[in-house]
């Protein structure tokens, strides 16, 4: 399994962003996929995950302006960032779950400015 993560760039504060997870290789249908991040000096952090039924889950500091989605027939995460704020700079990274393994993309950097 492969995930490549896409998207990332350089955005102002209260600007959007769209990131994409495309999953590749042996997938099975029950699985489920998280976006994480992680900032300078701090530690990994998950920032939202979705159910292979649609189920969502987000941590407090994104609720209301990150939306996560997910496209099955692609095998596809997206993960819509509106409301940018500074704190939000970070490495994302996207991760799978299936048959009690955790794969992982490579991380895609993203930068708000004030």
């Known amino acids: 399994v492969q995930l490549q993560a896409s998207g990332g760039g350089l955005v102002q504060a209260g600007g959007s962003l769209r990131l994409s997870c495309a999953a590749s290789g042996n997938i099975v249908r029950l699985n489920s996929m998280a976006w994480y991040r992680q900032a300078p000096g701090k530690e990994r952090e998950l920032v939202a995950n979705?159910?292979?039924?649609?189920?969502?889950k987000y941590s407090d500091s994104v609720k209301g302006r990150f939306t996560i989605s997910r496209d099955n027939a692609k095998n596809t995460m997206y993960l819509q960032m509106n409301s940018l704020q500074p704190e939000d700079t970070a490495i994302y990274y996207c991760?799978?779950?299936?048959?009690?393994?955790?794969?992982w993309g490579q991380g895609t950097q993203v930068t708000v400015s004030s």
């Open positions: 991760k799978l779950t299936q048959v009690g393994r955790d794969y």
């Open positions: 979705i159910a292979n039924n649609g189920i969502t």
